[in-house]
T-cell receptor, first 114, second 111 residues
Framework: DTAVSQTPKYLVTQMGNDKSIKCEQN?????MYWYKQDSKKFLKIMFS???????INETVPNRFSPKSPDKAHLNLHINSLELGDSAVYFC?????????????FGQGTRLTVV | EDQVTQSPEALRLQEGESSSLNCSYT??????LFWYRQDPGKGPEFLFT???AGEEKEKERLKATLTKKESFLHITAPKPEDSATYLC????????????FGDGTTLTVKP
């Protein structure tokens, strides 16, 4: 019954590898996001998709590529992983119209690059 | 650019000792200000949305208030289970649903 689910929860990988994180939401929301939370707990938005269309693309290295096959899914692919990519990555979803635009977050994926 | 500053960074309270967390913000046209709670190892959990100055919302021991420049999260007679990091975020009308978060306040309530 999880509203926003992302997999895997933990990911340990070597520098230079390519990895993907998957996210699915069953809330019927039209917008999905990827956030990065660093060691100081600061949450920063990376990407946002509305109805499968990219609408927010913050200053993120182009090694990060989001893909939204449909409204309920937003995956994050990372090429050539670097030590600095280690962080917790959160997927979230929300409505963007109307009054209820709060985001619902997944449990996070803790990525450790060694 | 939207900005959110939360204070204090950390707050330690005794059980039953009421206090407030502050969230100062700048945004071009506030669409909504959000409060979230984040427990260790979990994603942020939505608490409140405030839309206009003067608005207040309550949930159990928590009460959120909003002015044109800041929001307060008042915690009345906290319990140890209220220990968490509390995050504030703002959305502007011009930012396509993007939420800008503050650094959070980590609250610890001792029994």
């Amino acid at each position: 019954d999880t509203a926003v689910s992302q997999t895997p929860k933990y990911l340990v990988t070597q520098m230079g590898n390519d990895k993907s994180i998957k996210c699915e939401q069953n809330l019927g929301h039209d917008t999905m996001y990827w956030y990065k939370q660093d060691s100081k707990k600061f949450l920063k938005i990376m990407f946002s998709y509305n109805n499968k269309e990219l609408i927010i693309n913050e200053t993120v290295p182009n090694r990060f590529s989001p893909k939204s096959p449909d409204k309920a899914h937003l995956n994050l692919h990372i090429n050539s992983l670097e030590l600095g990519d280690s962080a917790v990555y959160f997927c979230a979803s929300s409505h963007t119209g109307g009054s209820n635009t709060e985001a619902f977050f997944g449990q996070g994926t803790r990525l450790t690059v060694v | 650019e939207d900005q959110v500053t939360q204070s204090p960074e950390a707050l330690r309270l005794q059980e039953g000792e009421s206090s407030s967390l502050n969230c100062s913000y700048t945004v071009s046209g506030l669409r909504g200000l959000f409060w979230y709670r984040q427990d260790p190892g979990k994603g942020p959990e939505f608490l409140f949305t405030l839309y206009s100055a003067g608005e207040e919302k309550e949930k159990e021991r928590l009460k959120a208030t909003l002015t044109k420049k800041e929001s307060f999260l008042h915690i009345t007679a906290p319990k140890p289970e209220d220990s968490a990091t509390y995050l504030c975020a703002v959305q502007g009308f011009t930012n396509a649903g993007k939420s800008t978060f503050g650094d959070g306040t980590t609250l610890t309530v001792k029994p």
